[in-house]
């Protein structure tokens, strides 16, 4: 019967839901939150972890209150060699349950009042979770490891997100990848509300860190490197992201300082881990970008197990909102396999194979964009004739085997091949006009262009194609005594590129051609007669050949230990990278660094739960093709890695806010840089000088705090500021590139508490404006203007039908699904015009250049329903 109420609620919601709540009479207060912290008993415990109207009839509801009783304690039990432990008894006070073959349990708990959970199993040690509190409807995921020589100990806190993290990696829940709305939504969605996350492009998934750029990034599956496309220029070309959240079970993410263990990067590393299936299952999710699919398999005698996802995108309604009217076609495809065979309890093989296909089809036809001051309005119109037809193809085959010679030691091999083949084909002309705006209410041409300072026609072609293959063969292993830990690794790559770049921008103004400024192309008329060649005004013609043979690798050593009643844990280590670049036609070239890194973590014994922090070392990235690459397309294998020095301080506090658990974390940092190979960024294209002429330094200090601001739901607040600057061949300090000084991020997830089940999601992000960039042939150091602030609010409602903790009896039609849940998203909610890139008009009385602000997306409205069987 409440179910049926909640139903007929959700579908009567915008006529009739206000009556139909205050009919009922059921105000009662908010969910009590927790009251004690979760303590678990037993060492080496691990857990895992559009507008006004909308907001106000949300605001409404919100204000009415109701409770219910129940909650949910589910997870996997693992035995010492992370293997799935069956028929191991879950029990709280009056009940209990077993875990399946799997390891899996699932128990109801009454909320709101601290229970026992005691997991047990004949041979192993009895983990305890004391005085668990959980709010009304939460579910709550801890996967206990049982151990058959463990020790009483007592200090492990779990807090509201999992474990506390020593190693300064942060964890992100799986199923805020799925719900949290975004014109991108997924993993990069949630990381760009991080403090320290930099990214002023909805469309895109690429993200900055900490003043680096998107290059600096390290991306993992299951410990398998992953890349991305070389070529894509514009965020609207890119489609999906590399990480498909259905398959996801576990995100890690480090802003720098990380281990030793992860690769050679200066900015960061994301570690996903993909499911491994316990039972069969199909998820779907369908709205107006597009749909998704995945499948977990698992066999009779759980020895084999995979989860498969195909997904596709069409972007056309987001850049259909956008200042360029066009013709748009663009269709992303992208199919994911993770598979698993376990040929006993010591050796298993996985095996993760992508496929992936961007096909991006534009006919732009025309642009206005209004800009300058009240006083002084300016516009820019374009008309436009051609197309562009890009393609972006890649592969991933990998292999992992994992051996397990005995409880202590752990060795895998690693094997994988990366393949991609882009296309780039353009013919674009555009003839624009730049002038005043009429601004006469009077006037028969208001809002038209009048005083035209700038017309003229560009001509852009572009012929470029691209082939690389990656090689990668790898071995990994660790040896656990006790508390201490020795990890080692190396790596073998082979990198195989070809490229053929050829580019052109043809330049007329005022019926005049523009050549390029350079002293080639000086013109002395009328005293001396003009003879120059028509070329373009900026030109690359350039085919490279490639080959780059690198072997890295890496050993450290971690241990948890104490000193005078202070938990200490500490991890030194130091990894190298030799490569070898040859390059056709060229002399071949080899380079070799070192990076030493360490990490520090202490707990000190006081009364309030604090954890600091320092972590630091040498970061270098040996140079990729593209950073070879300088911008007339020649090629420079004498390029050097560069270096970072990292210093990070953070601190980590557990507290009891309104009788609710959260959680606030700081960090401040420093980086020093030098061998910096300067480049510039347009949208999301970058381009390298190809030379280590440049020192550069960042820093910055962070803030978030993260909690159950409602109860039974997870939410945070993150503030950052930063500043990075580079130096130049001397000539002083400028602002880099992702130069952006400060950021606000809130996510913040609620429910009408009368119908728990209707919930609402927000994502609000500000940040200051980067450097807007400079006209080509243009001194950076004379053009330092900065784009306008970023602001976006994007947000989804939904009304969860079907889930774990509400499902529906056998002859009922909704019996079928497991999850099923329909909602609304809305997009840049307050419609704000946010830039990413400039145009550069030269006014043709003054010469001076103007900045025209390419504007992002505007407000969109999606729909969209998920489901799981």
């Known amino acids: 019967m409440q179910n049926k109420k909640k139903f007929l609620g959700f579908a009567c919601l915008l006529s009739k839901i206000l009556s139909r709540v205050w009919a009922q009479g059921k105000q009662t207060a908010f969910a009590r939150g927790r009251k004690n912290r979760v303590k678990a008993i037993t060492r080496g415990v691990l857990t895992a972890t559009h507008a006004k109207r909308l907001l106000c009839v949300y605001l409404i509801l919100s204000a009415l209150v109701s409770s219910a009783q129940k909650a949910t304690i589910t997870g996997v039990v693992l035995d010492e060699s992370n293997e799935p432990l069956s028929n191991v008894n879950v029990v709280v006070t009056g009940k209990g349950t077993f875990t399946d073959p799997n390891g899996f349990y699932l128990l109801q708990i009454t909320a709101d009042q601290a229970t026992d959970v005691i997991f047990s199993h004949l041979g192993y040690k009895n983990v305890i979770l004391q005085n668990l509190v959980l709010t009304t409807n939460e579910t709550y995921e801890f996967n206990p490891v049982l151990r058959n020589d463990a020790i009483q100990i007592d200090g492990v806190t779990v807090t509201p997100t999992g474990e506390k993290s020593v190693t300064g990696i942060l964890s992100v829940s799986p199923r805020l990848l799925r719900t949290i709305p975004g014109a991108n939504a997924g993993v990069e969605n949630i990381l760009k509300l991080l403090p320290g996350v930099a990214s002023n492009n909805e469309l895109s998934t690429q993200y900055a860190v900490r003043g680096g750029n998107y290059d600096e990034n390290l991306v993992y599956i299951n410990e398998i490197e992953v890349y991305r496309p070389f070529l894509i220029r514009a965020a609207q070309q890119e489609g999906l992201s590399f990480v498909n959240s259905n398959l996801v079970q576990d995100v890690k993410f480090s802003a720098g300082g990380y281990q030793a263990k992860y690769g050679d990067k200066l900015s960061s590393v994301l570690d996903i881990t993909y499911k491994m299936p316990n039972a069969f299952g199909i998820q779907a999710d369908l709205s107006l970008l597009g749909a998704s699919t995945a499948v977990e398999t698992v066999s009779k005698d759980s020895k084999f197990t995979s989860i498969s996802g195909f997904r596709y995108r069409n972007n056309a309604l987001l850049v259909n909102s956008q200042q360029t009217k066009s013709n748009f076609n663009p269709v992303f495809l992208d199919v994911q396999s993770y598979l698993s065979f376990h040929f006993s309890k010591k050796f298993q093989v996985g095996f993760l194979g992508t496929i992936s296909s961007n096909a991006?089809?534009?006919?732009?036809?025309?642009?206005?964009?209004?800009?300058?001051?009240?006083?002084?309005?300016?516009?820019?119109?374009?008309?436009?004739e051609g197309n562009e037809a890009n393609t972006y193809n890649t592969a991933l085959g990998a292999i992992k085997a994992t051996y397990s010679l005995n409880e202590a030691v752990a060795l895998k091999l690693i094997s994988s091949i990366y393949h991609t083949t882009e296309e780039e084909r353009s013919d674009i002309i555009a003839g624009y006009e730049l002038g005043e705006v009429d601004t006469n209410l009077g006037s028969e041409s208001l809002g038209d262009v009048i005083s035209p300072r700038g017309i003229g026609s560009q001509f852009k072609r572009s012929r470029n194609d691209l082939d690389a293959l990656i090689l990668n063969i790898g071995h990994i292993g660790n040896y656990k005594k006790q508390n201490n830990v020795w990890e080692w690794g190396m790596k073998y790559t082979h990198e195989n590129t070809r490229d053929q770049i050829r580019e052109s921008e043809f330049i007329d103004s005022a019926g005049y051609f523009v050549r390029p400024p350079l002293p080639e192309y000086t013109n002395l008329q009328p005293e001396i007669a003009y003879s120059a060649p028509i070329v373009p005004y900026t030109g690359v013609n350039a085919r490279n050949f490639v080959n780059t043979d690198r072997v890295?690798?890496?050993?450290?050593?971690?241990?948890?230990?104490?000193?005078?009643?202070?938990?200490?844990?500490?991890?030194?280590?130091?990894?190298?990278?030799?490569?070898?670049?040859?390059?056709?036609?060229?002399?071949?070239a080899s380079h070799i660094v070192f990076s030493p890194r360490v990490q520090l973590a202490i707990k000190p014994n006081w009364q309030r739960d604090i954890l600091f922090r320092l972590s630091g070392g040498y970061y270098h990235q040996p140079p990729f093709y593209r950073e070879l690459r300088t911008s007339s397309g020649a090629l420079r294998p004498d390029v050097k890695a560069q270096r970072s020095v990292h210093l990070v301080l953070g601190n980590e506090y557990s507290f009891l806010l309104w009788e609710r658990p959260f959680t606030l974390i700081g960090a401040a940092y420093y980086k020093y840089l030098d061998h910096v190979n300067q480049y510039t960024l347009e949208d999301v294209r970058i381009r390298y000088v190809a030379d280590n002429n440049a020192t550069a330094y960042a820093y910055g200090a962070e803030l978030r705090m993260n909690g159950a601001f409602v109860p039974g739901t997870e939410s945070w607040v993150s503030l950052g500021f930063l500043t990075t600057k580079e130096n130049v061949d001397n000539k002083g300090y400028i602002s880099r590139p992702t130069d952006q000084r400060l950021k606000l991020g809130i996510l913040f997830q609620d429910y009408v508490p009368n119908i728990p089940n209707f919930r609402m999601y927000l994502n609000l992000l500000y940040s200051t404006g980067v450097p807007g960039g400079s006209p080509s042939y243009s001194d950076p150091y004379l053009f330092q203007s900065r784009l306008r602030d970023y602001k976006r609010a994007d947000l989804g409602i939904s009304h969860i039908f079907v889930s774990e903790n509400n499902q529906y009896p056998e002859k009922h039609w909704l019996h079928a699904f497991k999850e099923l849940n329909v909602g609304v998203e809305v997009f840049n909610l307050f419609n704000n015009q946010n830039s990413i890139t400039n145009t550069w008009v030269r006014d043709v009385d003054n010469k001076q250049h103007y900045a025209i602000p390419n504007f992002m997306t505007a407000r969109i409205l999606n729909l969209r329903l998920s489901m799981r069987f």
Do not use: C, M
């Open 360 to 384: 991006y089809r534009n006919e732009p036809i025309s642009r206005q964009t209004n800009f300058g001051t009240l006083a002084d309005p300016r516009a820019l119109i374009v008309n436009y």
């Open 552 to 588: 890295s690798g890496y050993l450290q050593f971690s241990e948890h230990t104490s000193w005078k009643n202070q938990a200490i844990y500490y991890n030194i280590g130091v990894r190298t990278h030799y490569w070898t670049i040859d390059a056709a036609g060229l002399q071949k």
